[in-house]
């Protein structure tokens, strides 16, 4: 993006990740109740959540395919990332007329295309960040694509509650296409182009992942995606049964999440700068397991919103610190590539987390799986010394 200014740069970035995360906030937090008012169990949600993630476990290939092809001599970003932004549209005027129990089939495959549409702008998105934006401002812009997201979640939870409720789910699915637009007059404002000979594919740069810092990160990032995912998907529901909310209620305390994401983010943005990687992880750990033990343990509602701004707060902290440590050990040469692995392991783990907590919850309850997963927390302990004990950069 040469000749663009940092405030052109971070907008189109922040704006990229809003129309992500309004698809995101949607799938992890609405489309339960969406599933649950049609009819279906939360077993068959959960398998429905997992065959719908596979996209962005495939989405190391259209990292490669990024990073290798420059598609119609228009770059190796942009067209992608248009063509993604597109399919994702099309797909959101198209969900109101499938019927999710009679054609659940059908309704799988749309949301299958749905997300390798984002996927496809989501690797690419990544990939022109490595190729833009220089180490030292790593943790500045996951701040904005993790902030820009949390606002599109913000944005969908507020408006979705209220259009679901008050309006019809046919709306809620025709506002989230609507959103979808809004970074199109950015993106086709990218010069993009063939990449320099110093930084063209070679398939010896994947050698990298065979390290044993970005083994460990790895690890890392597969131990938060698939708790913080995973109890986001029940969060609702829980509400739902255990204190009777409404579907603005839902909406209204996805918000209040939202919001702690978005200042999560900032907050995550600035530890990772400030007092590092090691100490900055920890203070994640912290954040997540007080969250998940003060929901577990919630008497009444109105508690509740502060543990959900709590487990928002943490969620924008611990995917900052992570995504800015993919950033901080991706490969110049294979950028998309390498960073869509990093990323595809954290959405295996997101879709078996959401599997393993539609199963919970119908074989023990919603405080157990809270409990557990607050615990599980601990197993990036023994992987840190590995991922942290030598400095190591790209």
Request: aromatic share 14%.
């Amino acid at each position: 993006m040469q000749g663009k200014s940092k405030v052109f740069q971070y907008t189109l970035f922040g704006l990229l990740y809003f129309s992500q995360g309004t698809i995101l906030s949607y799938f992890t937090a609405l489309n339960a109740l969406y599933l649950l008012d049609k009819g279906l169990e939360m077993t068959k949600i959960g398998t429905f959540a997992l065959i719908a993630m596979i996209p962005f476990i495939l989405k190391i290939f259209l990292g490669m395919l990024s990073d290798k092809v420059n598609l119609f001599g228009k770059g190796h970003r942009k067209p992608y990332i248009l063509i993604g932004l597109f399919v994702q549209i099309a797909c959101l005027v198209a969900v109101p007329f499938i019927d999710p129990v009679q054609y659940y089939t059908g309704f799988v495959l749309l949301a299958f295309t749905l997300q390798l549409g984002m996927a496809l702008y989501d690797t690419c998105t990544d990939g022109l960040a490595l190729d833009t934006i220089p180490e030292e401002e790593q943790g500045r812009i996951q701040s904005f694509m993790v902030g820009g997201r949390a606002l599109g979640l913000i944005a969908t939870a507020t408006i979705v509650g209220l259009l679901a409720e008050f309006v019809s789910w046919n709306m809620v699915f025709w506002t989230l296409a609507i959103f979808t637009l809004f970074p199109i007059p950015l993106v086709l404002m990218v010069k993009d182009g063939a990449h320099a000979v110093d930084r063209q594919f070679d398939w010896k740069a994947f050698k990298a992942l065979g390290k044993r810092n970005v083994l460990a990160i790895s690890g890392i990032g597969f131990v938060i995606f698939f708790i913080i995912i995973g109890i986001q998907q029940i969060v609702n529901p829980y509400m739902q049964g255990r204190f009777g909310i409404s579907l603005t209620q839902a909406g209204t305390l996805t918000t209040v999440w939202g919001i702690g994401v978005l200042l999560g983010s900032i907050f995550g943005g600035r530890i990772y700068d400030k007092i590092g990687k090691p100490k900055a992880t920890l203070v994640g750990i912290a954040l997540s397991i007080f969250s998940l033990l003060g929901l577990a343990f919630t008497p009444q509602l109105w508690l509740a919103w502060v543990f959900m701004f709590i487990f928002g707060f943490s969620y924008g902290t611990y995917q900052t610190i992570f995504f800015a440590m993919a950033m901080n050990v991706t490969e110049t040469v294979i950028a998309a590539s390498m960073f869509s692995i990093l990323m595809a392991i954290t959405n295996l783990a997101q879709a078996v987390g959401m599997q393993v907590t539609g199963i919970l919850v119908d074989q023990q309850s919603y405080p157990f799986t809270f409990l557990l997963f607050a615990a599980l927390n601990l197993l990036i302990l023994p992987l840190m010394p590995a991922a942290f004990g030598k400095r190591k950069t790209a």
